[in-house]
């Protein structure tokens, strides 16, 4: 459920234009020049003793709120925000409120309006706790603010979040609704069809009383709108209220449901209480379930403009609304007539009572309206019907658009009528009460006669010297609401401008934020509005002694039940005005309409109705009664020239008068034009020259004399300087017409003099002449080609006006041929029709293209081409009709049949990636094609030159293909042209591989009996496929391409042959063959001498041996002495003597090398011994003997010598 106040929500976000849009919708009724609307009832009062700037102020938070239980019962009553201000410039101030929840399923919306000094301040804005309640929703709440000054204009914005309110701490309201609300199709008349759709609506009513639903009905796009209301006793507790919504009138709509239904809950009361809103979606009806209307709208809705005296414009607007009747009865069509943005709105209603069958009921719309609009059309008029039998029943809506008429088309208003204040003889108690006799001498104006006034009252307007006495005597009003209220605006000046400080605003009762429900305005020339001079009235101001107004409830000489009733006094220095001035006068204010019902919203005004506030231009005149008031008796005044109803060829009218005054004498004259704005004359003045526009005219003279008392004359005249209107309705400019007869339609007319007679001419031949009434003509056996028609009209002022019309006559038919396609197959969906087609007469209109008899394709008569697109497969008609002006045709037609369908084709050989060895290649393939069939085959290679082979061929050989990659076409045409293409990429390789065995050599010697082969191989096309290897004519094995060594295993000793061959992917070969010997057997070897451990005396020893190889042979031999570097000897070597030997132990190694590498050794140590000394020497024992003999003796030697030299010297 949406909880809303102050308005209905439609959508979650409501931004802040939608805010101030609802806050301009609760104070304003229609902007205005100089106002902003009429104001709602503020909750604070405004009080100022000056004329007050738009003020200055911004948010100051925090701000702070808090419950207020205003009966005393524990529970809230509202929720009060109090909002903290800066103000800078002292002013008037709104602070607007929503308060919601997060999801917006509470939403509420307030203002408050005070006026605040510079300083702090606090205005507390009010949110009713019974919809808070009622909404189920706890707090915290968020608070959006706007702060606006007088004129409304946003100057800044805030936020506030609540307390963490429970919903339950707020009185409940005293019902609320309870959804779901069931709704039900009833059927009163029992022919099975539904006569009302019921909405149930469930309501918790918390205090017993009488409580109204009101539920709007519609679909989703506002088709269909339905209002109705019920009302019901309800008791404390849950209870119901049946909201019926007619079926004929959702019958006639021919919409489908579900529905929905916007409901509002009021307790009755004056004014009713809101009690929150709902909306519910009905079931899916159909409108066909619901009995038919006995009446409905059948559009279009013909308009029409209506002159009623004459004056050649529209007094009315007629909108003729058709209405097919199943039931005769009484009907009513209401009317709202509006532009786009409803800155015209004109209501109007007719009723007719209508028999079965077809009707009419001609709405009409007021042309004074339309014309003081100064809106041009074309306008929307949004028609109701009712059956008015008995209680009103809705029968549907309808929306018509009107032709684009001209505002000025429509007559103006007549003049209002100055109110001519009476002279005061009683002077009125200002208390609220029309007491008998108070006001007999005052001017009575009755309201009620303004066209759209809806609130019976009448004005009352008395003066004396220095006081001006108003009241409204409210009739219409029986109910006393708070919020009733009344006010007057003085245009002081009476010059149509705002003036600072001036154009002075009354306002009593509650509507206008009146403190004290009184408050006096005047014009801020800064704002372009009104700003507040006091309230309540201040004796103190200047020009304010005497300042007065009063409301009350009671009876009135005019009404004896209770009503509501309005005194006014106003000082006339306050108006800058005295005894037989004339004032600018508006019956309501910027604040307040002029007298209004709250509770039913009915409200009257003077000069005329508005839905706000009117220009300072636009009001009317208040002429002051003279301060004498013995002189009763008007002055005489007669017209003496012009005569009545002389015409005047120019718009220079001279007019003379004879008045006179047997009392006061004269005091001036008023000279009006229709009752318009008067010229003001002496007392001696007797005539005058008005300039007049061409009409008929009155021309009034008004003497006054010196009471004010006054008589007028007046005289109709007619001002004809303007030729007549004249336009040709039939034919258009520049027809064509097949026949050679043609009737020419026209309007004529002459707005002053009238029409005196038309004269019709043919192509420059001789006229005829035909009365003023007359409006059409046939011209009969015309020949082919143009003809221009003239009519002149003629007035009785000898004016004359000439309308011509050129038209064609041309009965010869058009040619057409049909340029493309040509009969036979086509290879395309899309199939374009080319034409030539020419017309010697009226030339060509339109063109139609048609396909296999359908609806034609509709082309101007320039077109010579089109494209008929999606046609299937198969034969069809194409047929070409060109038409001219005169409606004459010819046609042309070509028979196709469409084939866009491709053929199949399938390359079956060679395959994709095929190695082929032959340069004489065979291309193979399938083909088919089902709506044409096949015509012929185009093979080419490597996108050369394609060769042609006729349907039913599938092979075709290319000869002398070179070695390498080749891409081989086939291309399929069937009859239509339509082509598909198949391919297939082949390498030809003739050319056979290349091959070289790198290891192991020929005639090579292997010590392995694994023997690895090692190769290099290449093919510069297919590339290798793979390896054929063998040994010695055996069995061969199959290695990859990749390869480049093979292994032979277990290969015995002795000579074999290897044989590799290379296979290219194309089957070319190449072979490579080596021969080898095997000696994996190690040669022998053995020493022969010197003897292991002999003894040799010389630095010199031969080493011998014997060595064999019984496979390769022996290589060489190689011997080492102790391990040295090796001396290399040839194979047959049996010896090798060993020289420059040390003496000690040596070891000789002898190695034997095979020619396949295979290696043995032998060794053998023994020793040399060369020293004399040396046993083994060659001296053998006698050798160390000698030495020690030689030894001895040398010691012997030395000791004698030393024993010589130690001897003493002889003396």
């Known amino acids: 459920m949406r909880v809303a106040e102050g308005g209905l929500r439609s959508g979650v976000d409501l931004g802040i234009g939608v805010l101030v849009l609802v806050l301009a919708a609760a104070v304003a009724l229609t902007p205005s020049v100089l106002g902003a609307g009429f104001p709602s009832r503020g909750p604070a009062r405004v009080s100022s003793d000056a004329v007050v700037p738009a003020g200055v102020a911004t948010f100051n938070p925090p701000h702070f709120d808090s419950g207020y239980d205003a009966n005393g019962n524990g529970l809230f009553d509202f929720l009060l925000v109090n909002v903290s201000l800066s103000v800078t410039v002292a002013g008037n101030f709104t602070v607007a409120g929503t308060l919601h929840d997060p999801g917006y399923i509470l939403y509420l919306n307030n203002a408050t309006s005070a006026f605040l000094p510079v300083g702090p301040a606090i205005v507390t804005v009010w949110f009713q706790g019974g919809a808070i309640y009622a909404s189920g929703v706890d707090g915290p709440y968020t608070v959006d603010l706007l702060l606006l000054n007088e004129t409304y204009s946003i100057i800044d914005t805030g936020s506030h979040t609540t307390q963490a309110y429970s919903h339950l701490a707020f009185d409940p309201p005293p019902a609320f609704m309870t959804p779901p609300h069931p709704d039900s199709g009833e059927d009163t008349n029992g022919n099975g069809l539904f006569d009302f759709l019921n909405v149930d609506v469930h309501v918790q009513v918390n205090v017993a009383g009488n409580y109204t639903v009101s539920g709007f009905l519609r679909d989703a796009t506002f088709n ?23 079926g004929p009138s959702i019958n006639a709509s021919g919409i489908d449901g579900p529905y929905f239904v916007d409901l509002q809950l009021y307790q009755d009361a004056a004014p009713p209480i809101y009690l929150g809103s709902n909306t519910t979606t009905t079931q899916a009806y159909s409108h066909l379930a619901f009995d ?6 059948t559009p279009p809705h013909p308009d029409s403009g209506e002159d009623t005296n004459g004056n050649g414009l529209f007094d009315f607007l007629n909108v003729d609304v058709h209405v097919q009747v199943n039931v005769a009865g009484n009907y009513t069509v209401s009317g709202f007539l509006h532009n786009a943005n409803y800155s015209l709105t004109v209501f109007s209603t007719a009723a007719a009572a209508l028999t079965v069958g077809p009707a009419s009921i001609r709405v009409p719309f007021s042309g004074p309206l339309i014309n003081e609009s100064g809106i041009d059309g074309p306008y929307i008029v949004e028609l109701q019907l009712f059956a008015v039998d008995g209680t009103p029943v809705s029968l549907g809506s309808n929306t018509t658009t009107t032709q684009a008429y001209n505002h000025l088309a429509f007559d103006g208003a007549p003049p209002v009528p100055p109110i001519q204040s009476s002279p005061a003889t009683t002077i009125p108690m200002i208390d609220g009460t029309i007491s008998s006799g108070e006001w007999d001498d005052a001017t009575r104006v009755n309201l009620t006669a303004i066209a759209g006034n809806t609130l019976p009252a009448y004005l009352l307007v008395k003066n004396n010297a220095t006081m001006l006495y108003m009241a409204y005597d409210a009739v219409g009003d029986t109910t006393m609401t708070a919020d009733d209220a009344a006010s007057l605006a003085f245009d002081t000046g009476n010059d149509g401008v705002g003036s600072n400080g001036h154009e002075d605003q009354f306002v009593q009762g509650g509507i206008g934020g009146n403190p004290s429900n009184q408050s006096h305005w005047v014009f801020n020339s800064a704002s372009g509005l009104w700003s507040l001079e006091d309230a309540p009235y201040n004796p103190n101001l200047p020009n304010h002694a005497g300042l007065a107004s009063a409301w009350g409830f009671g009876a009135s000489p005019a009404l004896g039940a209770d009503h509501r009733m309005y005194e006014f006094a106003i000082p006339l220095a306050l108006l800058v005005s005295g005894p037989n001035q004339t004032l600018g006068f508006f019956g309501g204010s910027q604040q307040s309409p002029g007298v209004v019902d709250f509770a039913t919203f009915q409200y009257s005004l003077w000069p005329k109705f508005a839905g706000g506030p009117i220009p300072l231009a636009e009001y009317g005149d208040l002429i002051l009664a003279g301060a004498g008031g013995g002189d009763t008796t008007p002055p005489t005044i007669s017209i003496n020239t012009p005569a009545p109803g002389q015409l005047f060829p120019v718009g220079s009218v001279p007019v003379n008068w004879s008045a006179s005054d047997v009392g006061t004498g004269l005091d ?9 704005t008067p010229v003001v004359l002496g007392p001696d003045v007797t005539g005058y020259t008005v300039s007049l526009a061409d009409g008929n005219h009155t021309i009034q003279v008004t003497a006054f004399d010196g009471a004010n008392n006054s008589a007028s004359a007046s005289v109709p005249v007619i001002v004809d300087t303007t030729s007549p209107s004249l336009s040709v309705t039939y034919p258009a400019d520049g027809a064509v017409f097949a026949t050679t007869t043609v009737a020419m339609a026209w309007t004529a007319s002459d707005a002053t003099s009238g029409l005196d007679r038309l004269e019709l001419s043919l192509d420059g031949g001789p006229a005829t002449v035909l009365a003023p009434n007359e409006t059409n003509h046939t011209f009969a056996g015309l020949s082919d080609g143009s003809h221009t028609a003239t009519l002149v009209a003629y007035d009785r002022a000898g004016h004359s006006t000439t309308a011509a019309r050129t038209f064609v006559v041309d009965t010869t038919a058009p040619t057409v041929t049909i340029d493309a396609p040509v009969a036979g197959w086509v290879s395309t969906r899309s199939v374009q029709v080319t034409w030539t087609a020419a017309d010697v007469g009226s030339g060509l209109d339109h063109i139609e293209v048609s396909l296999d008899g359908n609806p034609p394709a509709v082309l101007p008569g320039t077109a010579t081409s089109t494209t008929l697109t999606g046609v299937s497969d198969g034969p069809h008609t194409i047929v070409v009709q060109a038409f001219d002006r005169a409606g004459s045709s010819a046609s042309a037609s070509v028979a196709i049949s469409v084939d866009a369908t491709l053929p199949t084709a399938t390359v079956t050989s060679p395959t994709p990636g095929q190695f082929l060895g032959t340069s004489s290649v065979q291309l193979a393939w399938t083909a088919s094609d089902a709506p044409s069939g096949i015509d012929h085959f185009e093979v080419s290679i490597d996108g050369g030159v394609a060769t042609t082979i006729p349907s039913g061929t599938t092979t075709y050989v290319f000869t002398g293909v070179t070695d390498g990659s080749h891409t ?24 056979p591989p290349t091959l070289a065995i790198s290891s192991p050599t020929a005639a090579a010697f292997i010590r392995s009996h694994s023997v690895i082969v090692t190769w290099t191989a290449g093919d510069a096309t297919s590339g290798i496929d793979h390896y054929l290897v063998s040994l010695d004519g055996g069995s061969a094995q199959t290695v990859v391409g990749t390869a480049t060594s093979y292994t032979f295993a277990g290969t015995s000793d002795g000579a074999h042959t290897i044989l590799v061959t290379a296979v290219d992917r194309a089957g070319n070969t190449h072979p490579a063959s080596v021969t080898v010997t095997v000696d994996a057997t190690n040669p022998s070897v053995s020493i022969v001498g010197p003897a292991a451990g002999a003894v040799i005396s010389a630095a010199s020893a031969t080493v011998t041996w014997t060595a064999s190889d019984a496979a390769s042979g022996i290589d060489h031999i190689e011997i080492r002495v102790d391990g040295g570097a090796a001396q290399t000897l040839s194979a047959d070597a049996t010896s090798q003597t060993l020289s420059g030997l040390s003496d000690g132990t040596h070891t000789v190694n002898v190695t034997v090398v095979d020619r396949a590498g295979n290696a043995v050794s032998s060794t053998v140590s023994f020793r040399t011994d060369t020293s004399i000394l040396s046993p083994s020497g060659p001296l053998g024992i006698f050798g160390p003997t000698s030495i020690i003999l030689l030894v001895v003796a040398a010691i012997i030697a030395a000791i004698l010598i030393v024993r010589r030299r130690r001897r003493p010297k002889a003396p």
Do not use: K, Q, Y
């Not at 709108?225 to 049946?242: D, E, M, Q, W, Y």
């Not at 001036?668 to 318009?676: A, N, Q, S, Y």
């Not at 076409?969 to 050319?991: E, M, Q, Y």
């Open 224 to 246: 269909l709108t339905l209002f109705s209301s019920a009302s019901a006793a309800l008791s404390v507790g849950p209870g119901s209220i049946r909201v019926p919504f007619p």
């Open 292 to 297: 038919p209307p006995p009446a409905f709208m």
């Open 668 to 676: 001036h004259f008023e000279l009006r034009v229709d009752l318009g």
């Open 968 to 991: 081989f076409r086939l291309r399929a045409i069937d009859r239509a042209g339509n082509a598909v293409t198949a391919s297939v990429t082949a390498t030809v390789d003739v050319s």
